[in-house]
T-cell receptor
Framework: DAKTTQPNSMESNEEEPVHLPCNHSTISGTDYIHWYRQLPSQGPEYVIHGLTSNVNNRMASLAIAEDRKSSTLILHRATLRDAAVYYCILRDNYGQNFVFGPGTRLSVLP | GAVVSQHPSRVICKSGTSVKIECRSLDFQATTMFWYRQFPKQSLMLMATSNEGSKATYEQGVEKDKFLINHASLTLSTLTVTSAHPEDSSFYIC????????????FGSGTRLTVV
């Protein structure tokens, strides 16, 4: 699976939008972009995934660059409960496991 | 949505004893389950992949005789840490993939193991 690069940490104020970047310059044509998040002392939780087009769901939006070498997870209004480590992971449709990098630790300030 | 139940959520055991951790898919059949380990301030590291009815595949550096994995049914996988030592203290997390879902996995809530 291709590697991703994310900032180690980010801060946001409550009720403001948050843009979490992810670089994946070696992405292959069959790699899906997955985002998971891990709250303290919890297992990872699915957030969103996409292939080429931007995606929206009740939790977040995923903006994918036209060349697919980067993507951005958008939380439209951060809440204190969004404080977590966010992982951007590439995996093709036939891949087995998810390979977790260090992720981005998001802090949300009240 | 799919739910994976992991039990116990935390356990303290004495050095030299064995501990069993259960991972159940509650509303779907999981042909494949994964076991991860996470040390403090670190990311998840895959330990092994288990497929129902067959032997688990262990990642390099993970002792298969120490971390016994059983996936006897489509809804249950167990991880047994045998002869536990303090260095085995960690956060263990399982995940499961529904047989027809190639896109996402569901993770359990994790088990905090402390060996004293």
């Amino acid at each position: 699976d291709a590697k991703t690069t994310q900032p180690n940490s980010m801060e946001s104020n409550e009720e403001e939008p948050v843009h979490l970047p992810c670089n994946h310059s070696t992405i292959s044509g069959t790699d899906y972009i997955h985002w998971y998040r891990q709250l303290p002392s919890q297992g990872p939780e699915y957030v969103i995934h996409g292939l080429t087009s931007n995606v929206n769901n009740r939790m977040a939006s995923l903006a994918i660059a036209e060349d697919r070498k980067s993507s951005t997870l958008i939380l439209h209004r951060a809440t204190l409960r969004d404080a977590a480590v966010y992982y951007c992971i590439l995996r093709d449709n036939y891949g087995q496991n998810f390979v977790f990098g260090p992720g981005t630790r998001l802090s949300v300030l009240p | 949505g799919a739910v994976v139940s992991q039990h116990p959520s935390r356990v303290i055991c004495k050095s030299g004893t064995s501990v069993k951790i259960e991972c159940r898919s509650l509303d779907f059949q999981a042909t494949t389950m994964f076991w991860y380990r996470q040390f403090p301030k670190q990311s998840l590291m895959l330990m092994a992949t288990s497929n129902e009815g067959s032997k688990a595949t262990y990642e390099q550096g993970v002792e298969k005789d120490k971390f016994l994995i059983n996936h006897a049914s489509l809804t249950l996988s167990t991880l047994t840490v045998t002869s536990a030592h303090p260095e085995d203290s960690s956060f263990y997390i399982c995940s499961a993939r529904e047989w027809q879902d190639n896109y996402g996995y569901t993770f359990g809530s994790g088990t905090r193991l402390t060996v004293v």
